[in-house]
């Protein structure tokens, strides 16, 4: 019952947005059925559609999570696209630098690096806010940019094959990589790029709602973003707290590149990333910070992301910019129902 | 002036009105009196137009009228002042006063006009607002006169003011108290909501008592007193004087010594205090808010940052204070329990459910937190906490799976108690222990807080009720602009003289 009360209104949305969704489509002139069927066929179909909305959900996951745990302390981590983009980097440094090492020496080193990177890009703004009060929304983008163009300097400049003409660096030490679901499953053709990442997501879903909701650490962070001057006279450290939220927000948003480098481009490829730190936003939103929620939300826009190109090509007017519009639509629903309850919640209030 | 005939109005499961008649005679001042969550502000926003009624009729004047939103309200002369405010602050008074009436045409708002007839208004009710000052320099209570010269402005003949005293200062109730007078003086009617029992025999003419989202009683004020009202309004009798036996005071536990606080702006806000408390007594620090208990009681529980503080406090002889000393956590842990002024702000989390809320400040402390450097939270030791506390402590309903947000405010507030004492503490830090707290529920508080200096606990005791303090403390100290200026012994000394010590006056 209570599950039921918490997935209904993202499933309004979600629902609200298909419906908005198909005026579009029958504006431009094309069959809303029939896009819609071929938007979910292809995304379902097995094993290209499942396989590659797997993937295409993996990082999404990832930065879901990290804006969670962010915004369960009350931040609002807008930097996880910078975070993942240094972090990405990074793996595919320890990546290049240790290229020599055994597999179980350099996967363990690319995953730490990843994380690390990911932790000390948004722990950065994390202490800033809290030593000295600098809203974290200014900091993470501005640490954005700069991460942007850290990445691009080091690609072009140091780490890129004489006379490539991708901006992208050297591979990583084969030693590196990790399975691509193709190697152990059957029937599974090993191009499609959905790879243990994948897992890692997952374990990372229940390891986060452990840290939550089983732990003092999550307690703290939680007290500290429900009501920080409650959290001091509990006797916590709310810098302690924000500062260590965003480092764990950072290293969940860092987790992208363990997908990224060791698991599918096997190299640091500059501009891989579509956003995914900020559709992680949208899939937070949708998911309530929670972590199952982020995981299903994740899934969806991953559906989406895998079935928008099969719209692009196979209908006649519609690109694949309407999964934009349907993302847009849900956000859009899912924003106003956290007005529509707050109106609810305030008269609620007021009947005294 | 107003009557409302059998409303009824339910929210969701609550029946929150259930066929409420009330009549307001006009040019009297009426007290709608009652427990949280009674109905009293659900009625009078009815009346307002702020909610529609399912069922019932409001006549004005002895005309039935339809009140369907504010706007009608006021076209029939009806105002409201909410509990909160409703201005905005960066705008002046004038032009809060004509926001939505602007006098002038639609191209040119006659300022100066709005200036002149907001002034008028305030000399004949004698209320001391400038026009043109910001809101945001006024202080509360002169706020509140800006939202009374507001509805005036619009004519209101009816004025409904939303427990209006439960944000200001005594001096400033008197102020209002006689402005509501003034206003009867000349011909308009009021209707005060209050849960206070002095206000209601003090300034109103007739009283209306609700429980339960009934009518249950109306009454001469002159023809009745406090114990009636009271048994009205909770359906039993209530002991209005706290009964206690003499303080057995033993070895010295609190001990301050020249304690300042400078606060976040660079004001001094507590200037050389010292005192001590002993194991077994009360010691209550009576004043008018905003003097320094809010800091005294802050600093003592270590959440005032040490580089704001000077002096020393010292617990069973250990000096805690000071960059060297304790934070707020290990405080706790040494035994110094806290309720805290504002249950709302630094008590509770809301959102939170009541077991979760139940371990807040205990969250490392065994049995709660175990594995390595206690980690894990053991939820069923928390369960079992959060279980004993809501049923030793008589938390309504019983149910830990619940919201703090969803528990009244008396009930909210014997959590907090529950939490605090079960923490077995040498020393209690209790401000405003019943501020917003239903009657039945203080009697309930008042005894635990006996029951636990009795058991040997040194208490210092901070309320802005001073029948409260003079109660409950055996030793009672007067704090004025950041200093000690008399300690009293609260049997021997009347509410006048303290009254008088808390403005800084000494009696003679």
């Given at each position: 019952?209570?599950?039921?009360?918490?997935?209904?209104?993202?499933?309004?949305?979600?629902?609200?947005?298909?419906?908005?969704?198909?005026?579009?489509?029958?504006?431009?002139?094309?069959?809303?059925?029939?896009?819609?069927?071929?938007?979910?066929?292809?995304?379902?179909?097995?094993?290209?559609?499942?396989?590659?909305?797997?993937?295409?959900?993996?990082?999404?996951?990832?930065?879901?999570?990290?804006?969670?745990?962010?915004?369960?302390?009350?931040?609002?981590?807008?930097?996880?696209e910078g975070q993942l983009i240094a972090a990405a980097f990074a793996t595919a440094w320890a990546g290049i630098t240790f290229a020599g090492l055994p597999a179980w020496l350099l996967i363990p080193l690319c995953c730490l690096a990843a994380m690390g990177t990911g932790a000390v890009w948004a722990g950065v703004p994390g202490v800033l806010r809290a030593r000295f009060g600098a809203h974290e929304v200014i900091t993470t983008i501005m640490m954005?940019?700069?991460?942007?163009?850290?990445?691009?300097?080091?690609?072009?400049?140091?780490?890129?094959?004489?006379?490539?003409?991708?901006?992208?660096?050297?591979?990583?030490?084969?030693?590196?990589?990790?399975?691509?679901?193709?190697?152990?499953?059957?029937?599974?053709?090993?191009?499609?790029?959905?790879?243990?990442?994948?897992?890692?997501?997952?374990?990372?879903?229940?390891?986060?709602?452990?840290?939550?909701?089983?732990?003092?650490?999550?307690?703290?962070?939680?007290?500290?973003?429900?009501?920080?001057?409650?959290?001091?006279?509990?006797?916590?450290?709310?810098?302690?707290?924000?500062v260590l939220a965003m480092a764990v927000s950072g290293s969940l948003a860092g987790m992208v590149g363990i997908g990224e480098v060791l698991g599918y481009r096997y190299r640091y490829y500059d501009g891989f990333s579509a956003g995914y730190g900020f559709t992680g936003i949208a899939v937070?939103?949708?998911?309530?910070?929670?972590?199952?929620?982020v995981l299903l939300a994740a899934l969806l826009f991953g559906a989406f992301l895998r079935g928008a190109l099969f719209v692009d090509i196979f209908t006649e007017h519609v690109s694949k910019d309407l999964v934009l519009v349907l993302q847009g639509v849900i956000i859009l629903f899912v924003a106003s129902e956290a007005l529509f309850r707050g109106r609810a919640a305030r008269l609620e209030r007021g009947k005294v | 002036m107003i009557e409302l005939r059998n409303i009824t109005k339910r929210f969701g499961n609550v029946l929150a009105n259930d066929r409420v008649s009330l009549k307001v005679e006009p040019g009297t001042i009426h007290a709608i009196v009652g427990e949280n969550g009674a109905g009293k502000s659900t009625a009078m926003r009815i009346a307002y137009g702020f909610y529609s009624a399912d069922d019932g009729e409001i006549l004005v004047d002895g005309v039935a009228q339809r009140i369907a939103s504010p706007q009608d309200a006021i076209s029939r002369h009806i105002g409201m002042v909410h509990q909160h405010f409703m201005l905005v602050e960066?705008?002046?008074?004038?032009?809060?006063?004509?926001?939505?009436?602007?006098?002038?045409?639609?191209?040119?708002?006659?300022?100066k006009g709005a200036e002149a007839q907001v002034r008028r208004l305030s000399e004949e009710l004698g209320l001391a607002v400038d026009p043109r000052a910001p809101i945001s320099d006024l202080s509360v209570g002169q706020q509140q006169r800006v939202e009374l010269l507001k509805a005036l402005y619009r004519?209101?003949?009816?004025?409904?003011?939303?427990?209006?005293?439960?944000?200001?200062?005594?001096?400033?109730?008197?102020?209002?108290?006689?402005?509501?007078?003034?206003?009867?003086?000349?011909?308009?009617?009021?209707?005060?909501?209050?849960?206070?029992?002095?206000?209601?025999?003090?300034?109103?003419?007739?009283?209306?008592?609700?429980?339960?989202?009934?009518?249950?009683?109306?009454?001469?004020?002159?023809?009745?007193?406090?114990?009636?009202?009271?048994?009205?309004?909770?359906?039993?009798?209530?002991?209005?004087?706290v009964e206690k036996k003499p303080a057995q005071p033993a070895a010295t536990v609190l001990e301050v010594q020249d304690l300042k606080v400078t606060a976040a702006d660079r004001t001094r806000r507590l200037d050389g205090v010292s005192f001590t408390v002993r194991a077994g007594e009360i010691v209550g620090?009576?004043?008018?808010?905003?003097?320094?208990?809010?800091?005294?009681i802050e600093a003592i529980a270590g959440l005032v940052p040490a580089a704001r503080t000077s002096g020393s406090i010292r617990l069973a002889g250990d000096d805690i204070s000071g960059p060297s000393g304790l934070d707020a956590r290990q405080r706790k842990e040494k035994g110094i329990a806290h309720i805290p002024e504002d249950r709302h702000r630094r008590g509770l989390l809301l959102d939170f459910d009541l077991a979760e809320n139940s371990i807040l400040g205990v969250q490392r402390s065994r049995p709660m937190a175990v594995g390595p450097g206690g980690v894990w939270l053991d939820e069923a030791a928390i369960h079992q906490r959060a279980e004993r506390i809501v049923h030793d402590f008589d938390v309504r309903p019983p149910n830990i799976a619940l919201?703090?947000?969803?528990?009244?405010?008396?009930?909210?507030?014997?959590?907090?108690?529950?939490?605090?004492?079960?923490?077995?503490?040498?020393?209690?830090?209790?401000?405003?222990?019943?501020?917003?707290?239903?009657?039945?529920?203080?009697?309930?508080?008042?005894?635990?807080?006996?029951?636990?200096?009795d058991s040997g606990c040194a208490v210092l005791l901070v309320s802005a009720e001073l029948e409260e303090v003079t109660a409950l403390a055996d030793r009672l100290l007067v704090l004025h602009q950041g200093k000690i200026v008399r300690e009293v012994d609260p049997a021997r000394t009347t509410t006048a003289e303290i009254g008088l010590l808390m403005t800084g006056g000494a009696p003679a």
């Open positions: 019952m209570k599950l039921l009360r918490q997935l209904i209104y993202p499933l309004l949305a979600v629902a609200a947005a298909f419906l908005v969704g198909s005026v579009f489509i029958l504006l431009i002139g094309d069959d809303p059925i029939e896009t819609y069927s071929l938007l979910i066929g292809s995304a379902l179909s097995w094993p290209d559609g499942i396989g590659y909305t797997l993937f295409y959900a993996t990082p999404l996951i990832f930065t879901g999570l990290a804006v969670a745990v962010a915004f369960r302390c009350g931040l609002l981590n807008i930097g996880a954005n940019f700069i991460a942007v163009a850290l990445a691009s300097y080091f690609t072009q400049y140091h780490y890129k094959k004489e006379g490539d003409a991708i901006l992208q660096t050297v591979p990583i030490g084969e030693s590196g990589h990790i399975a691509r679901f193709g190697k152990f499953l059957p029937g599974f053709p090993e191009r499609i790029p959905l790879n243990l990442a994948f897992v890692l997501a997952l374990v990372a879903c229940v390891l986060v709602w452990i840290f939550l909701w089983r732990t003092r650490w999550g307690y703290e962070i939680r007290a500290t973003g429900a009501n920080p001057a409650a959290a001091a006279y509990g006797g916590i450290s709310t810098a302690r707290q924000i937070a939103l949708l998911g309530r910070n929670h972590p199952v929620g | 960066t705008m002046t008074v004038a032009e809060n006063i004509v926001l939505g009436a602007e006098p002038g045409s639609v191209a040119a708002l006659d300022l004519q209101a003949r009816l004025l409904i003011l939303d427990e209006p005293t439960a944000v200001l200062t005594p001096q400033e109730v008197a102020e209002l108290f006689a402005i509501l007078r003034r206003m009867r003086e000349q011909g308009k009617t009021v209707v005060i909501i209050t849960h206070k029992l002095s206000e209601v025999l003090e300034l109103s003419d007739d009283v209306t008592v609700m429980r339960d989202g009934k009518v249950v009683g109306y009454l001469k004020t002159k023809e009745t007193n406090a114990a009636e009202i009271a048994r009205l309004m909770v359906g039993r009798d209530v002991l209005l004087r620090i009576a004043g008018v808010e905003g003097n320094g208990q809010t800091e005294l919201p703090a947000r969803s528990l009244s405010g008396g009930n909210q507030q014997k959590l907090i108690i529950g939490r605090e004492l079960d923490l077995h503490p040498r020393l209690l830090l209790v401000a405003q222990p019943t501020r917003g707290v239903d009657i039945g529920a203080i009697e309930f508080i008042h005894r635990q807080i006996l029951a636990l200096r």
